[in-house]
């Protein structure tokens, strides 16, 4: 067995996975890894690239408008209902991964998915963080690494099968490893607002993944809702994993934490969690799942 590999040997396989492309077809494994630019991934006919344009931004808000609003429920203001978009000051600064369908279209009008990246250095350029709304993230601020938030995760309802995710998911991969980013974290998002009716689920959720204490963020004291609402040793967790969005399963998996306190967001109609996942936990999930391939690439 070789020694483990570097962070670039991790990196250029991860975009290179499968049949991974440029948009003009020059296989990546023959491009030299650009710390300031992020190569577009494939799978079959989804790409997923960063937004580049005004108007690819603009086709990802109206997903989003799309998704919270029109199908998840969500109370939109006057202007949001009147542009038919999801827009907040975060969106000029943060940049937006965008899952594109290239049999509809290579730009703006194929946009089928999103997902919101926030580092250190944008936020910093608005002086906060989104999540900072909802949780006390002093404990991250204070943490000496680089920060990535993630959220304002949506995925056109005729793609919510597995390669969208998957695309997605490898992208904040790819993200972290360009950018040395050091901790993720943002909202995670179940339906409704009445933690009652997923009280099994937040208290699962609590005593079994609650962030160790360096990390631990906890919910704005006039906006905590106390997740432990059960008995933790009577809950069936086979049944509370089930109930549990898939995104939020997906940190799970990942080896991700969840903050202290949920939060009800009534203008979403959503109970929030905080997550959040070392990118080292991140990097070993895809070291293992590209194991046999790294020692083949490296021997």
């Known amino acids: 067995m070789t020694d483990k590999p570097s962070h670039d040997e991790i990196l250029r396989l991860l975009v290179t996975d499968g049949e991974s492309t440029t948009q003009s077809g020059q296989s990546l494994s023959t491009l030299e890894l650009a710390r300031d630019s992020f190569p577009e991934l494939r799978g079959g006919q989804l790409g997923l690239r960063l937004a580049t344009t005004d108007a690819e931004r603009d086709a990802a808000q109206a997903l989003r408008y799309r998704v919270f609003f029109e199908e998840m429920g969500a109370r939109p203001d006057e202007r949001t209902a009147r542009l038919k978009r999801d827009i907040d000051e975060f969106d000029e600064v943060a940049d937006h991964l965008l899952v594109i369908d290239h049999a509809v279209s290579s730009g703006a009008e194929g946009v089928v998915g999103t997902y919101r990246l926030l580092s250190s250095d944008r936020a910093a350029l608005l002086g906060r963080f989104y999540t900072a709304s909802e949780y006390d993230i002093s404990p991250l601020t204070e943490f000496p690494g680089r920060l990535l938030e993630v959220g304002r995760s949506c995925v056109d309802q005729r ?141």
């Not at 972290?176 to 179940?190: K, M, N, P, T, W």
């Not at 991700?256 to 009534?266: L, S, W």
């Open 159 to 299: 793609y919510r099968g597995r390669s969208a995710m998957q695309l997605l998911w490898r992208g904040i991969a790819s993200y972290i490893f360009l950018h040395r980013i050091d901790v993720l974290f943002g909202c995670a998002s179940l339906p409704g607002t009445d933690p009652e009716t997923m009280a099994d689920e937040l208290t699962y959720l609590y005593h079994n993944h609650l962030a160790p204490p360096a990390l631990r963020i906890r919910a704005l004291p006039n906006r905590y809702v106390d997740m432990q609402l059960r008995d933790p040793h009577t809950l069936d967790h086979r049944k509370c994993l089930s109930g549990l969005p898939p995104l939020i399963k997906g940190y799970l998996r990942l080896g991700g934490f969840i903050g202290d306190g949920a939060v009800v967001d009534e203008q979403f109609n959503t109970t929030d969690v905080a997550v959040l996942v070392k990118s080292e936990l991140l990097a070993d999930k895809y070291y293992r799942h590209y194991e046999r391939r790294l020692r083949d690439a490296l021997e």
